[in-house]
């Protein structure tokens, strides 16, 4: 696994109870992409199994009841976001184990574990850290509009909607990048990204204003380093709730290139669904014509998610995606990722 | 003056030293708008002379050098926004002057007054109370898509840029409403508007994810006691920095009808030189065509800023305007809103 940036090797036990793999994206999105040495995942409905058993591109980790049954380890990393993110009660008993054994915390939550007073309490007693990834630091500020200066080319994953594998996406080609040879790197903007790169700002989580300005510093701080960045997208334009963070991702990023990701068969808004989507055109229309005042930028290709269809229908799927598109489009975790990768990197 | 729907009638002191009346625009329009009494406004540079003597359109209003000088009153209001919101140490003899005669604090800067050690120990002491208006409240959360559900229209102000006039013409617009017998009500979503309001979020210091949120909760509070709700827009949905609050706000607020609000003459992002501003026609389907998906919502009419200029030549800017917009135009605050109203109000 080589799509983290941290090169951290810090081994990590995942928290998921109850939700692995499917509502635990954070935590599959981890086991397959982060430098961690992940040691176990904390399941309770599926002890004695592996992580492989559940999903084959997962790798081969065990799956134990609680934090009294995992192995040594120097992390509890929290997997799964509860709608609202709020702590779960239910794991009091496992995180209060891990910092007795003197593991550090990494939690993605929007109620910081170090603002629980049994958990900050304890830490300082142990002197293990909490590092609650989703608080923004104190020194953001608005953008400059400078985030097109940098040596890199900027390539940004937008999204028909919330949950259609943007970061997945950006990780992928992140990594097939690299095997061509491509100095590439990754810009986190959602919890998960950050986990998995151990850097980051967690541009959800920021002051509205600053919005932009949490992209652009990232992208300002490692943009002269790489010759290719690929930036997570968040949320999705039309989206009723969230447009406002991908806008400023979108602004703040100042793409050359963008890939349009969508989960096949899709029609309504998730969780929003009298909300109709917009057909493909209309997507790409918005997105160049909402980036050109600040960056010129064009949909160069299409990710395409067919978890749920058999390999014929996916291939149909993926095939009237990219004439929707009029761009080449793939599922790139599905099959490969060559042809989104050539017109991303103009090849 | 009816544009304040507080009825806070308390007497007010407003501080604006060094920067009235032209870079004081939280001053100018407490001074036309709000509720309040306001009895004095310190200016250090302008001491024995009148709010009116500055600009004809603000009332009859002595200015003084120092609290010292001011007469009694019941608050003290912050009436300048430095770049950056931070507290000028120059104005800490008043401030203090101000809690030792009683007086609360009303402050829409980015440093919380509450989080000064001097202030907040004084303001207890004394009992006065300091209203930071840009501190947002803690429950908000993120939209549900719903603000379309109220009784109300909602009108929302846009804009080409930021500082073009949008809450000057949402509440010129108010005003003229109420004077033909609408019903009609307004939501503020910056400092100064709430300041005028005597409520309202303080939306481009909400957490991103909430932008959206922050409006619709406001809408779904009062949007069933109007008729119609003139919603101040904020930034522009091109600007650099700032269109993610732009984009959240439209969203949030689905709109039945937009203005475009715009100052004669400007080609550029103001302090973004480098950005070109698109062609009015542009504007007008960037706004449209990223509305829709989301609420239908037309730009009805347009509202031109052309205080700069004689009246020939806004007369003939005016017209300009309406021709690149193919739909009602006016200066509101220098000629009359009749027929912007009348596009508004679909009359």
């Known amino acids: 696994m080589t799509a983290g940036t941290g090169g951290d090797s810090r081994r990590v036990v995942v928290l998921a109870h109850e939700k692995f793999p499917d509502r635990a994206k954070t935590a599959t999105g981890v086991l397959k992409y982060a430098d961690y040495d992940v040691v176990a995942v904390l399941d309770r409905d599926n002890p004695g199994t592996s992580a492989r058993d559940h999903r084959a591109d997962l790798p081969d980790v065990p799956i134990v009841a609680s934090m009294d049954d995992a192995p040594e380890a120097d992390a509890l990393l929290v997997g799964i976001a509860p709608i609202g993110g709020g702590f779960d009660e239910s794991w009091r008993d496992d995180v209060r184990t891990a910092i007795e054994r003197g593991c550090d915390l990494i939690s993605g939550l929007h109620y910081f574990l170090n603002d629980d007073e049994e958990f900050a309490e304890l830490a300082a007693e142990r002197g293990v850290e909490i590092n609650d990834v989703r608080k923004p630091h104190e020194d ?21 909607d919330c949950s259609v594998g943007k970061m997945t996406v950006s990780l992928e080609l992140l990594e097939a990048a690299r095997e061509r040879g491509v100095d590439a790197g990754f810009i986190p903007t959602g919890q998960t990204g950050i986990m998995i790169s151990g850097w980051g700002n967690p541009v959800d989580r920021v002051v509205s204003d600053f919005t932009a300005g949490a992209v652009e510093e990232m992208i300002l701080e490692v943009g002269d380093d790489y010759d290719v960045l690929f930036v997570e997208g968040q949320g999705s334009i039309v989206h009723p709730a969230y447009s406002a963070v991908t806008c400023g991702i979108l602004h703040g990023a100042m793409p050359d290139a963008m890939v349009l990701c969508h989960a096949a068969g899709r029609e309504a808004i998730h969780g929003y669904e009298s909300f109709e989507m917009p057909p493909i055109p209309e997507y790409v229309d918005l997105y160049e014509s909402l980036s050109a005042p600040v960056s010129e930028s064009s949909v160069v290709a299409g990710a395409l998610n067919t978890s749920h269809l058999d390999d014929g229908a996916a ?7 990219a004439a929707e598109l009029d761009a080449p489009a793939a599922d790139i975790v599905r099959f490969d990722a060559d042809e989104v990768l050539d017109a991303v990197l103009g090849e």
């Open 140 to 160: 953001l500020s608005v953008s400059q509009g400078r985030a097109a200066d940098v040596d890199a080319d900027i390539v940004l994953t937008v999204g028909t």
């Open 315 to 321: 291939r149909d799927a993926v095939d009237d995606y």
